[in-house]
């Protein structure tokens, strides 16, 4: 595997101290099924996977077993401000490199990425519990994606030229010198790989912050990033935690751009500490409570294989799960008994099992928190059809869990759970339920399955929700920009939509008199 280049001579990123960094001391050999994982271990500034300046580390843990997997460096301010370093000095380059040079280096990750998907593949699932198969067949291709998508935009991020006699008047679209992203748990790869290539694309240098729950994905494809011909300094990784790390990240004054994926909480104290510092840029995509509405004249058939899918797909730990099914009255009992159906025939196992359609929680924390709601949805009078409890003495499994009568007071119908565990609630009107489904301070996604035309065109302008899926569910397209309304957060991902983030509008007016 990829080493870092020049090894007797790799230098610690803090420059001043000059220090040998023995490329032993940030790889680590995993061995997993009789297979052996050559894995960084250190944070990647400057093209060079280096150890922390504090020297802690913290511990990665596999989900499908809850035995400790590696130790990984942590990251925190020191390194945050190397990091940052390295990006204000490669920006000078960077963005000054001819587009499309720019879109071959992001072509050519991706070719590199494809090239290595099986071992990726892996390497996420030991990352968060999800199966092999499921990571080979979404989260990597949706990632290779992303970089092929932005790699073509490179070079056609435009101004324009506003013809106003005695002047011309363009306007330049201007990249924003160093930007951060912070990836959530739920899907590493994809997420660094949402937030930072349409960066890279408009000629931004990069500082990612991983979650310290799945670090190793990102740091896997840092050494292809090198193997592709990045330029020193363009992309930067930092593992470690929010508190530290991400902290610094949200505070640094010479950082203009933010974005972050993950829980609304976090966003929030990332969006003050922006405010309080530098005013730079935010972008957040945060939390849902996202409701899949079924007419009467739904093909129920195709209506609970979206609902299965919109909340189990990687075991409910997704922000825009369908997590609240509102089902009309007239064939609730009809619909929830398929549903019923399909969701005690999903396989709960090991995620390196063919056969396996949920793998595990992506820690002990996420584990506890999902069994707590469900006895909360026990306590508050709800009736567990399927599911409610762990399964198996070790790893974090849980089981497919349906609820039913549910009210919308109920906590389980109202906060985001970030597991697998769906509501089905009744309703009887297209208003009541327009009602019912905004009530929330959620607005990321929804899903209507009707086959009438009318009332899926006003379901969709009614709903309060960044995306709206009409009879499918968790169908995500580079093209089509995704985020949220409400306390779901702000802005825009993926997409022409997505590019706006990045850069900056000067106007340039010429006196052509």
């Given amino acids: 595997m990829l080493a870092p280049a020049n090894p007797a001579s790799v230098l610690d990123h803090d420059i001043k101290t000059k220090k040998l960094v023995d490329p ?24 060079q996977f280096v150890p922390s300046v504090s020297g802690k580390k913290f511990p990665a843990v596999n989900p499908a077993t809850g035995k400790h997997l590696l130790e990984f460096f942590e990251g925190d301010k020191a390194d945050v401000d190397a990091a940052v370093k390295a990006a204000k000095a490669a920006f000078k380059t960077w963005a000054k490199t001819p587009s499309a040079d720019r879109g071959r280096l992001l072509y050519k990750l991706a070719d590199l990425m494809e090239r290595d998907i099986r071992e990726l593949a892996e390497l996420e699932s030991l990352d968060n519990g999800k199966p092999v198969k499921v990571a080979l067949a979404a989260d990597l291709p949706l990632s290779i994606g992303c970089l092929r998508y932005y790699a073509g935009w490179a070079d056609k991020n435009h101004g324009q030229v506003v013809d106003v006699p005695p002047t011309s008047t363009p306007t330049r679209s201007t990249s924003r010198t160093a930007f951060a992203g912070c990836a959530a748990l739920e899907l590493p790869s994809p997420d660094a790989c949402l937030e930072a290539r349409p960066s890279l694309a408009c000629g931004n240098t990069v500082v990612v912050k991983t979650s310290e729950k799945t670090p190793m994905t990102s740091l896997k494809v840092a050494q292809l990033a090198v193997e592709a011909g990045f330029p020193a300094g363009v992309i930067n990784i930092i593992s470690g935690y929010g508190p530290t790390a991400g902290d610094a990240i949200a505070r640094h004054p010479e950082i203009s751009k933010i974005a972050f994926t993950g829980s609304t909480a976090v966003g929030r104290k990332i969006a003050v500490a922006a405010a309080e ?111 409610g409890d762990r399964v198996g003495t070790e790893g974090f499994y849980v089981q497919p869990t349906l609820i039913t009568d549910v009210s919308d007071d109920m906590r389980i119908a109202k906060e985001e759970i970030f597991g697998p565990v769906v509501c089905a609630l009744k309703f009887k009107t297209v208003d009541e339920v327009i009602e019912r489904a905004n009530n929330s301070i959620y607005g990321l996604a ?68």
């Fill in 24 to 47: 032993k001391t940030v790889h680590a050999d995993l061995h997993y099924k009789g297979k052996t994982y050559n894995v960084p271990t250190g944070l990647f500034i400057n093209n």
């Fill in 277 to 387: 510092t530098n005013l730079k840029k935010v972008t957040l995509e945060l939390g849902g409570k996202s409701p899949n509405i079924v007419f009467p004249d739904a093909d129920l058939d195709l209506a609970v294989k979206a609902a299965t899918g919109g909340i189990f797909f990687n075991a409910g730990q997704c922000c825009c799960a369908g997590s609240r099914v509102y089902v009309h009255e007239d064939v609730y009992d009809e619909f929830v008994a398929k549903f019923k159906e399909a969701t005690s025939s999903i396989k709960l196992g090991d995620p390196f099992d063919e056969s396996s359609d949920q793998g595990a929680l992506v820690d002990d924390i996420q584990f506890n928190r999902v069994l707590d709601y469900i006895d909360i949805g026990r306590r508050e009078g709800a009736t567990i059809e399927v599911g």
């Fill in 446 to 513: 929804a899903g209507i399955h009707t086959k009438d035309i009318r009332t899926a065109l006003r379901m969709s302008e009614a709903l309060q929700a960044g995306t709206v899926w009409i009879n499918c569910y968790n169908i995500f397209l580079n093209q089509m920009p995704f985020g949220g309304f409400k306390q779901s957060g702000a802005g825009r991902e993926l997409g022409s939509y997505g590019l706006q983030e990045y850069t900056q509008i000067k106007s340039v007016m010429i006196n052509l008199a």
